[in-house]
Nanobody, 115 residues
Framework: QVQPVESGGGLVQAGESLRLSCAASGSLFSISAMGWYRQAPGKQREQVAG???????NYADSVKGRFTISRDNAKKTVYLQMNSLKPEDTAVYYC?????????WGQGTQVTVSS
């Protein structure tokens, strides 16, 4: 019922890096599937990366080789390491937690990449 909380967004120049964090709470984090999504103004929300409870991952083609998703179950936290950022990565980034039929989103954190 409690939203995960994103942090780490900011304004950077093209080519630089950021690491986003998503802090969850409560029980059953270790069996939760976690995902990062982004939404730019006027565009639909899209999935950037996902990580399952077994540690397997998936990425959007647009970020493969540049972004890495990881999780720390002891800290109940998921990370998104974002390298070689491009202006087209500019968006609000959201964290999503799924545990069985439970589905909850964070409030989002802004990432802006300048030329």
């Amino acid at each position: 019922q409690v939203q995960p909380v994103e942090s780490g967004g900011g304004l950077v120049q093209a080519g630089e890096s950021l690491r986003l964090s998503c802090a969850a709470s409560g029980s059953l984090f270790s069996i939760s599937a976690m995902g990062w999504y982004r939404q730019a103004p006027g565009k639909q929300r899209e999935q950037v990366a996902g990580i399952r409870s077994d540690g397997s991952t998936n990425y959007a083609d647009s970020v493969k080789g540049r972004f890495t998703i990881s999780r720390d179950n002891a800290k109940k936290t998921v990370y998104l390491q974002m390298n070689s950022l491009k202006p087209e990565d500019t968006a609000v980034y959201y964290c999503r937690r799924r545990t069985g039929n439970y589905d909850v989103w964070g409030q989002g954190t802004q990432v802006t990449v300048s030329s």
